[in-house]
């Protein structure tokens, strides 16, 4: 511990205008190339270090053109080569057991055994990946036991620290927490029981002091560290002792350790509200702290007046969506917040989170109509805000008027567009709202659908989609580049269709699906047909690793054009005598793969998109269809991640898929699938929903669900899955049987449904069609020994 006389109390210089992260992914998706082509054995590992030191260089350079300074620690050292949990955890040595004899000597980990953490090695199965906080990026799970090693494992920060400084730029670097790190992590199998990641908490914060200490000593003025975990309250752990490990980390790396003996740190609470998190915040020996203002409120009088000491550094921009900033607004937040600092209040400018979630350019959007690329704000542009508003407080409103206006212009295009508001749509939801949205009394559904369908207890089906094949993929690729005609593409997914309905019937599946060949994504693909959204050429977001998604703007008021999945269906309807079932994306997860508006209350969007939903499922029921299934895989992650926020957005949610599915006849069978087994906090909610069948993930926690489906009294349909999708492994009958037998232990067999855990798209058919058979055959035994 520093001797009092030594301690350094004068804060270094901070910049006024910088970002918490920005996407690692490249310009032009080069580090999915890099990693592709080393995965592949197409380059050799030198080739792929100068690819990712090239793109660091790149990142840096370009932010610094952006207007962030870099010779003053305005620009985050952030990159990951493939997901910065993950670094987190190589950083710390937490090597799980299986991987040990990866590690070299000296316990490091090379390339090759960072690669074996994050995607497998032979048949051991890589760190389990999992959504990071309510966006769409995963990060890989940290597995930590009780006697995980913890330590300061590897060098990776203060070599591209030295890396960058050797570029003449003095970078921040940017580490998770280790409050977040361990709340993110789950305990190795076998940890006694009782055990939490989070008893480690002592073990891990010596490895983050001596991080310190070496960046302290290579002249690093500031170091992030991020703990967005305080933001949420959902924690298995009590608030109670999440607030005290905070207070530990507080006092070992800001109190114990003091500068000089380490860098000023900026501590970071991105997502959200640290609510009772913040006064403690305030009170500490950080030098400066972030506020998200885009998520979070203005601290109250006493909380700022309490932040005076330190630089506050406001997120103003948000990062969580690819809308301009609504630059008054934002300057009259950062107003109100330097005059409630009172004297010598010294703020920042930030975005509220990284920029890791938005597209990098929206100058990349060539094919957008300019007037709605004028709306938008991706990375690059979200920098150039920051810094327009740190000069706009630095130098006072009028030094920046005329760019103010501009966007004020723009935004008022926006909100005047003849597409943003329609009045049909408007009034149509508004009606609705009055509507109480039951369908028929369950039991008298459940007669009407059978007597039409006629199916077998424990009915067989899938999930929607088929293997999409490289020949629909090549087709699609020569569609987009004009090199196919629609009506060639056209024949192609009709092909398919019939392919597919044919092995189906084959197999003697007993509700055939027509397996999705003409879906890009099952987001996109309804995206693209429905008014008041855009699709991007360029507007990739990582998702993990080196898989990046393009996810659709919702910009105006939904509006259904026409049918969008009417003819598909009915062409497989008119190939068999069996049912076929539609399939559609639900509305939450419309929004939730998607940038949406900012202008409505996402429960309204939500409504529209019923909406829509309700006319298509209206035509498919009037083509005859008689079993529709919309899936709402995103359910639940959605969640907000404070409790007191669940209700209302669960609120809006079920009554969304109630608003598309209520038109349904009483004949008509509805069905819902979610991506997930553990839906404890969600089974009101999907009780609610009223789908007649519901399918679930089930496969991998062996049933474990049904019993407390069947204690909360769900009474409806359940297709519980008896395979996971997510392995190419052939499961075996016997295997199905087991599983299926002990379903019925919880569920009679007239409420048990068939199926596997989700749809099939990224599997082959040779193992698709021998699943299938082996589904078939031991539903059939099954039902057969009842
Ligand atoms: N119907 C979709 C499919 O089968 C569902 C996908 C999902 O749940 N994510 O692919
Ligand atoms: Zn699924």
Redesign the pocket.
């Known amino acids: 511990m520093s001797s009092p006389e030594e301690v350094d109390r004068t804060v270094p210089w901070f910049p006024g205008a910088t970002v918490l992260g920005y996407p690692r992914i490249g310009r032009n998706r080069e580090l999915k190339r890099a990693l592709e082509a080393f995965w592949a054995g197409r380059s050799e590992p030198d080739d792929l270090e100068a690819a990712l030191e090239s793109l660091r260089g790149a990142n840096r350079r370009r932010l610094a053109f952006l207007g962030l300074t870099s010779d003053d620690a305005a620009v985050p050292q952030d990159f990951s080569v493939y997901d910065h949990v993950l670094d987190t955890a190589v950083m710390l040595g937490a090597i799980p057991e299986r991987f040990a004899d990866l590690l070299d000597d000296r316990g490091r980990l090379d390339r090759t055994g960072y690669f074996a953490l994050a995607r497998g090695h032979g048949d051991r199965a890589p760190l389990e990946l999992t959504k990071w906080f309510d966006s769409n990026y995963h990060y890989l799970v940290p597995e930590v036991g009780p006697d995980t090693p913890l330590r300061l494992a590897d060098d990776r920060v203060v070599r591209e620290f030295l890396e960058a400084a050797a570029d003449g730029a003095t970078l921040r670097p940017v580490v998770l927490g280790p409050l977040s790190f361990l709340l993110l992590a789950k305990p190795v199998a076998g940890a006694p029981e009782g055990f939490h990641p989070l008893d480690r908490l002592d073990d891990v914060l010596p490895a983050y002091a001596e991080l310190l200490g070496e960046l302290s000593h290579l002249g690093a003025p500031w170091v992030q560290i991020d703990e967005p975990a305080l933001v949420a309250d959902t924690w298995d752990v009590p608030r109670g002792r999440v607030l005290a490990a905070f207070d530990r980390v507080l006092e070992e790396l800001a109190e114990r350790l003091a500068r000089p003996a380490r860098p000023a740190l900026f501590l970071t609470t991105p997502y959200g509200d640290p609510g009772d998190a913040l006064p403690r915040l305030a009170a500490s020996h950080v030098e400066a702290v972030a506020l998200d203002l885009v998520r979070g409120p203005l601290p109250d009088a006493g909380t700022l007046a309490a932040l005076a000491g330190k630089v506050v550094v406001a997120g103003v921009v948000d990062g969580r969506n690819v809308w301009r900033t609504d630059l008054e607004r934002a300057l009259d937040l950062l107003t109100a917040l330097s005059d409630g600092i009172g004297e010598g209040a010294r703020v920042g400018v930030s975005t509220s989170c990284s920029l890791l979630h938005v597209p990098l350019d929206a100058g990349n959007e060539r094919h957008l109509a300019p007037e709605l690329r004028s709306w938008l704000a991706f990375a690059d542009q979200k920098v150039e805000e920051v810094v327009l508003l740190a000069r706009g407080l630095a130098e006072g409103r009028e030094a920046v008027e005329e760019e103010l206006e501009e966007a004020a212009e723009a935004r008022r295009s926006r909100l005047a567009h003849s597409g943003v508001v329609r009045d049909d749509v408007r009034e149509q939801v508004a009606a609705s709202a009055r509507e109480d949205l039951a369908r028929a009394p369950y039991e008298e559904r459940v007669a009407a659908q059978g007597e039409i369908l006629d199916l077998p207890v424990l009915a067989t089906t899938?999930?929607?989609?088929f293997p999409q094949t490289p020949e629909l993929r090549r087709a699609r690729a020569a569609l987009r580049r004009g090199e196919l005609d629609r009506a060639a593409y056209e024949d192609t997914v009709r092909g398919e269709i019939a392919r597919v309905v044919r092995m189906q019937e084959e197999l003697g599946l007993d509700v055939l699906?027509h397996g999705?060949p003409e879906?890009n994504d099952?987001v996109q693909y309804f995206a693209e047909q429905l008014d008041g959204f855009v699709v991007t050429e360029r507007g990739w977001v990582q998702s993990y690793g080196s898989r990046c998604t393009r996810p659709a703007i919702l910009w105006g008021d939904v509006v259904r054009r026409r049918p969008m999945t009417l003819p598909w269906i009915s062409y497989a309807a008119s190939l068999t005598d069996r049912p076929v079932k539609g399939?559609l994306?639900g509305p939450v997860?419309m929004l939730a793969w998607s940038f949406v508006r900012d202008d409505l209350p996402v429960g309204e969007v939500a409504q529209q998109l019923a909406l829509a939903l309700r006319d298509e499922i209206a035509d498919l029921q009037a083509a005859g269809i008689r079993i529709v299934?919309v899936?709402e895989?995103a359910l639940r992650e959605k969640l907000p991640l404070r409790r007191a926020d669940r209700d209302g957005y669960l609120a809006w949610a079920v009554r969304a898929f109630r608003l598309a599915t209520s038109a349904a006849e009483p004949a008509t069978q509805i069905h819902t699938?979610?991506?997930y087994s553990e839906f404890g906090e969600i089974l009101d909610a999907i009780d609610q929903m009223d789908a007649d069948v519901t399918s679930i993930e089930a496969a991998r926690s062996r049933m474990e669900i049904l019993p407390q489906l069947r204690a909360a009294g769900f009474r409806r349909g359940i297709g519980p899955g008896v395979y996971d999708i997510h392995s190419p492994r052939v499961p075996s009958t016997e295997e199905i049987a087991g599983l299926l037998t002990a379903a019925l232990d919880a569920v009679p067999a007239g409420q048990l449904w068939v199926n596997p855990d989700?749809?099939?798209?990224t599997r082959r058919y040779e193992e698709t069609t021998a699943a299938l058979a082996n589904l078939v055959e031991a539903a059939r035994t099954v039902r057969d020994s009842l």
Request: with cysteine.
């Open positions: 899938t999930i929607g989609s699906v999705e879906r099952m399939m994306t997860t299934q899936d895989p699938h979610l991506c989700c749809g099939l798209k």
